[in-house]
């Protein structure tokens, strides 16, 4: 018996350990953070600044009558509007608009990406697709010429127009996005839109040749309610809308608490990509903005985690597909 159990015990040690399969590694955990409007230029300093400390790559859907100087404004016309208006006002001066051109110019080159959040911020609820159409090509052309247009001292940087000429994503204002929407986004050269809302993250989906990402809703408050990932929403749910910086601390506290908790789902999950969007409007005292700041202060720096761009989101997706396809 003991003669059995020895010679067992011998073969085992001289044979080589059968190896287990390598589980495959999870994908880096993607979040994408966006800011609606891109206006305030204290908050583009802000966003820019604090960008430099953590390894976020923020995307700014710019609306560009906000590249116009209130004095030029007739020079926009939006569809089924008269010239000259806007939901969003104007710059207040060209050299306010050269400022944000500025800064436009800079988060570019520092590896943010800058989208199309139309030019007046109008509803399109119900616009055609020439509608549309019209409305993204007075963003191209205006954001093109905004330098000349606004006497820029130093002149247009090179390269300005190409940059304009590539912009490739698109959120419409409200989130109204017909279907005469995506169809005027693939005519006019949209590879991505970010303007629809789905139950939870979801992965990317592409229709008509277009590229969409839904921003997500996520569980928020003691009830763990439902709402959309983004400051706005928040600020409805917690003061109706109306500014209450009294309570901003305890405003921050359950949107970080409803960020966190929805990037950890995810992260521990399937890492479906999380988006949170915000405006260039510090609602309740600032209390969503400090809460995103904490959120990626937290997880951007770790190495299986990537606080990117959608345009480098929509890369990554493309090279998981390709690793998950071929079995790697």
């Not at 609606?36 to 430099?52: P, T």
Request: net charge negative.
């Amino acid at each position: 018996m003991f003669y059995r159990f020895a010679l067992s015990l011998s073969l085992s040690l001289a044979l080589p350990a059968v190896s287990q399969a390598a589980e495959p590694a999870k994908p880096k955990q993607l979040l994408l953070i966006s800011f609606d409007g891109a206006g305030n230029n204290e908050l583009w300093q802000r966003s820019r600044d604090f960008a430099k400390t953590t390894d976020v790559r923020f995307t700014y859907f710019l609306s560009c009558s906000l590249v116009i100087a209130r004095a030029d404004a007739a020079i926009y016309k939006g569809p089924r509007r008269k010239a000259g208006r806007s939901n969003i006002g104007f710059a207040q001066t060209s050299e306010e608009a050269q400022t944000r051109l500025g800064h436009v110019w800079q988060a570019h080159g520092e590896g943010h990406e800058i989208a199309s959040h139309t030019c007046g911020h109008f509803d399109g609820a119900d616009w055609s697709v020439s509608d549309w159409k019209a409305e993204m090509t007075s963003f191209r052309s205006i954001l093109s010429d905004a330098w000349s247009a606004n006497g820029a001292p130093t002149g247009e940087p090179e390269g300005w127009k190409d940059f304009v000429a590539g912009i490739r994503g698109f959120r419409a204002p409200y989130l109204s996005a017909p279907g005469s929407l995506f169809e005027a986004e693939k005519a006019e050269g949209f590879t991505y839109d970010a303007s629809t809302v789905t139950k939870g993250p979801q992965m990317p989906s592409e229709t008509r040749g277009v590229v969409h990402f839904g921003l997500p809703l996520i569980p928020e408050g003691p009830k763990q309610r439902p709402i959309i990932a983004m400051d706005y929403n928040l600020f409805i749910r917690h003061s109706a809308g109306v500014e209450n910086p009294s309570r901003t601390k305890e405003f921050e506290a359950r949107a970080y608490s409803a960020f966190r908790a929805a990037f950890d789902r995810q992260y521990e999950g399937n890492r479906i990509p999380l988006q949170i969007g915000l405006h260039f409007v510090e609602m309740n005292g600032g209390a969503y903005w400090r809460a995103m700041e904490r959120l990626v202060s937290e997880v951007c720096s770790e190495e299986d985690v990537g606080c990117v761009t959608y345009a480098e989101a929509m890369k990554e997706m493309d090279a998981r597909s390709e690793r998950e396809s071929s079995g790697l």
